[in-house]
Structures are given as C-alpha cells and as structure tokens.
C-alpha cells in the first residue's frame, strides 16, 4: 500500500530507492547534498532518479533552483534507517489515523472537521479528504512543518494555524484567525497525537 508524506523521505539503507519527481506548476530543483546531485523538477515532464544511502542518518536537503519567496525556506529531510526500522515506520504510515483518546484531542478533530481544515487537508480515516495541502495523517511522526522549515510543536502549530502568512508569506495556507484560544489548543492536541 502506498503512503504519503510530506517533506521527510524515509530510506532504508543499503537499498537503491527509486524517485519520482514531479512539479505542478514551477520548476525546482531536489537536492540531498550527502546523498545525490541536483536534479530538476520540470512541470510536465517527470524526472527520475536513484539514491542510496550506506549509513543510517538523517540528511538536510534544500531546494536548489529559485522558485519563489519561500525558495529559501523549501527544505527537505531525508531519514536513512536500517531495513528493520524503515519497515516498521512503514508499517506505521500504513495505518490510518489514531483515534483521538483524550477530552482535548477528540474536541480538537471536531474543530479540524467542522472547519474549513478538511477542505485542503486528508486525515485517512475521517471525512477529511482535500488533496490541495500536505496529507496529516501521521503529521503528528514527522519532525518539522511547512516544508522542514519549523519545528514540530505546540507553539509553532498554533502560530502556523493562525499566522501562516507571517511565518511563511505567500504559502498556500491562509491565516486562520477565528478560533477561540481552546479551539486552538484542541487542534494542536488533536494534531500532536496522529503519530
Ligand atoms: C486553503 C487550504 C488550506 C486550509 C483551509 C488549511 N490548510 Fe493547512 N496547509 C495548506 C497548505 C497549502 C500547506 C503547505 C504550506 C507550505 O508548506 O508551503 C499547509 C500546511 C499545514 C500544516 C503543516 C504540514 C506539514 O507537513 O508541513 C499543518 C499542520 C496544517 N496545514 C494544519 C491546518 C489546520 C489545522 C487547518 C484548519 C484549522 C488548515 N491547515 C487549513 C493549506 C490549507
Ligand atoms: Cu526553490
């Protein structure tokens, strides 16, 4: 079963690992420094290419071709993991999404599916299906946001959520300004726990 992810390619090491590379709509450039040359991101035209790596680690990646305001901000993680370890974070990715267990939490995907979340978002497993934005089925595993740029934590969700615009300007998110200070911490609690 595919999965997806977004921003935090896992690799087991000692394996060659195919790529795909595909862009909507501007040209970029993928780049894993340790891992691979430069190869470009063509809109309408599919580049591939084929990595390895031999030893366990994790390695920054950046875009390397201009591509806007947030070009400097458009990172990548690349996580080599023995096969063992690649195969259960796969096992993992392959669930759908946990079910929320604290009061917080499940006030928290209320929020997420009555609000206008759902429409640009997929949580697998609940109503949330939009295919416009990164998958956070398991955003709760992944270690930064907007595209590797900020960590992964409370207060960098509830500033993302509410001031996308500021922390990333032009990003295809908008600032999500109308929740009440509890709805925001229910959303961020909700979002911690899709491991
Ligand atoms: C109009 C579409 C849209 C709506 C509505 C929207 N988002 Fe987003 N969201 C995006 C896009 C596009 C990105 C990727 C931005 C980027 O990295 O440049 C994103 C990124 C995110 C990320 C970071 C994901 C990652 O892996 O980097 C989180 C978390 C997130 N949104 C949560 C929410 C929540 C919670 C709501 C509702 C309160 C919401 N979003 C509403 C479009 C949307
Ligand atoms: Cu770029």
Not at 134 to 139: E, F, G, K
Request: hydrophobic fraction near 35%.
């Amino acid at each position: 079963m595919q999965v997806t992810t977004a921003n935090e390619l896992h690799l087991p090491v000692g394996k060659p690992v195919n790529i795909r590379l595909e862009t909507r709509d501007i040209m970029h450039s993928f780049w894993v420094p340790a891992l691979h040359g430069k190869v470009d991101l063509i809109p309408g035209q599919p580049n591939f290419l084929r990595i390895e790596a031999a030893e366990p680690g994790e390695y920054q990646g950046q875009c390397a071709e201009y591509c806007g305001a947030e070009h400097a901000r458009m990172r990548i993680l690349a996580v080599a993991q023995t096969p063992d370890e690649y195969e259960a974070w796969l096992e993992a990715q392959r669930q759908p999404a946990s079910e929320p267990t604290t009061d917080a939490a499940k006030a928290g995907e209320k929020v997420f599916l009555d609000g206008p979340c759902s429409m640009c978002h997929t949580v697998r497993g609940t109503q949330a299906g939009g295919t416009v934005a990164p998958d956070l089925t398991h955003i709760g595993s992944r270690q930064m946001i907007a595209a590797n740029y900020y960590k992964n934590n409370d207060a960098y969700l509830e500033a993302w959520i509410t001031h996308a615009q500021s922390l990333k300007p032009q990003a295809e998110m908008p600032d999500l300004t109308h929740f009440t200070g509890e709805e925001l911490a229910e959303l961020v609690a909700y979002l911690r726990q899709l491991q």
